[in-house]
């Protein structure tokens, strides 16, 4: 094993910068030194014989001594004083720069042991530092964003799978007890509880690829029209089976949209699943499409169900959020349907809210799209 010696002792970037700057600056002053000691007496020479003072010899010499001399000493004076002054401002620099370099190299070790919230100020000393300032600040943002998602997705699975999991654990240790039978009744709430586990990762996945930003869109310009039929043409067997009157309202000479349309589709269907659920038999579900301002177009699902109470309406597109007339698991789904149709519709460039009179008032999803010619 090779020997790496005793640890070498590392100068900063500081005191680097004013070694070098005290190199150029002394540099400098030799240069003009020699420069001026090598042109200036043969130039007052010239000057003093054009003036016609050869005849006084004597006085030439005296003349050009006294220049010499005071040359010199106001050349020594000021390449002195400038000396001092350059190092003095290279000293203020350096050590600004330094400061501004440790602050940026502690922020770097606090997000490597993964505290996330670091944040540097931005140091004003010129485009670069500003710009290197506000990219680590912005990566800081982001990874702290992504953590906070982990942290909440790790919650909301632990708590999504608990009941499923308790349920199939305790069917299958009774059947290992001889308690319980492998009857159809048995085998259908282990396929229920199995095809719920299989929903939630499907749609946690889904809702996390979306609110982390790393969805791929296939934007095309389609018209309401089509994203509206897209939707709802697929879901009208379901709706007469449930006897629920599905409905549709397009406005005319509505401008294109500059959506996906795989995306679009889920995002109604997420929306007419919902009111699928929460709508009894007899009752209406319908969907609008019309002008909003600024050229925007406005899609609306529209239920006559049970309505949800004011107070669970900022609520509603949380992940796994549910409310016991509103959201309650016995109506199927995975909890977060509706974070993932927010998701999308954000990831597009609109907005989406909910609106409810109450119970027994239904509930109102609008969603706010830019028209295609505002969004390229």
């Known amino acids: 094993m090779v020997d790496p010696g005793p640890p070498r002792s590392r100068s900063g970037l500081a005191s680097r910068l004013l070694v070098a700057i005290a190199l150029v600056v002394v540099t400098a002053g030799l240069t003009a030194w020699l420069v001026a000691g090598a042109i200036g007496p043969a130039t007052f020479h010239s000057h003093m014989l054009q003036a016609g003072a050869s ?69 004003h000393l010129g485009v670069e530092f500003d710009e290197l300032a506000e990219a680590f600040n912005a990566m800081s943002a982001r990874l702290h964003d992504s953590e906070s998602l982990r942290q909440r997705l790790l919650a909301d699975v632990a708590h999504e799978l608990r009941t499923p999991v308790a349920t199939l654990t305790a069917y299958l240790e009774g059947l290992e007890d001889g308690v319980e039978s492998l009857t159809p009744a048995t085998v259908a709430v282990l396929r229920a509880q199995a095809s719920r586990l299989t929903l939630l990762a499907h749609d946690l996945a889904a809702v996390t690829q979306a609110e982390s930003g790393e969805l791929v869109l296939q934007r095309v310009r389609a018209t309401p ?45 997420n929306l007419l699943d919902n009111a699928l659920r929460h709508t009894p ?96």
């Open 55 to 123: 005849n006084d010899r004597v006085a030439v010499l005296h003349a050009e001594e006294a220049f010499r001399s005071s040359s010199a000493l106001s050349l020594s004076v000021a390449l002195a004083a400038a000396v001092l002054a350059a190092l003095a401002v290279s000293l203020f620099l350096t050590r600004r720069i330094g400061r501004s370099l440790a602050a940026l190299s502690t922020a770097a070790a606090r997000v490597a042991g993964g505290r996330f919230d670091a944040h540097v100020t931005s140091p």
């Open 225 to 269: 029209q089509e994203i509206v039929a897209a939707a709802t043409l697929p879901a009208g067997d379901r709706f007469a089976a449930r006897g629920l009157e599905l409905a549709t309202r397009i406005s005319p000479h509505l401008p294109p949209l500059y959506v996906d349309r795989d995306r679009m589709g889920q995002v109604l269907g």
């Open 281 to 376: 038999a007899g009752g209406v579900v319908t969907v609008r499409a019309e002008a909003a301002h600024h050229g925007a177009v406005r899609i609306v699902v529209e239920d006559t169900g049970e309505g949800i109470e004011p107070q669970h309406l900022p609520h509603l597109f949380e992940r796994f959020y549910r409310v016991d007339t509103a959201r309650d698991r016995t109506h199927g789904g995975s909890g977060i349907g509706l974070a993932i149709t927010k998701a999308l519709v954000e990831a597009q460039g609109g907005t989406i809210t909910a609106t409810s009179a109450g119970p027994g008032h239904g509930t109102t999803f609008e969603i706010l799209l830019p028209a295609a010619d505002a969004t390229l």
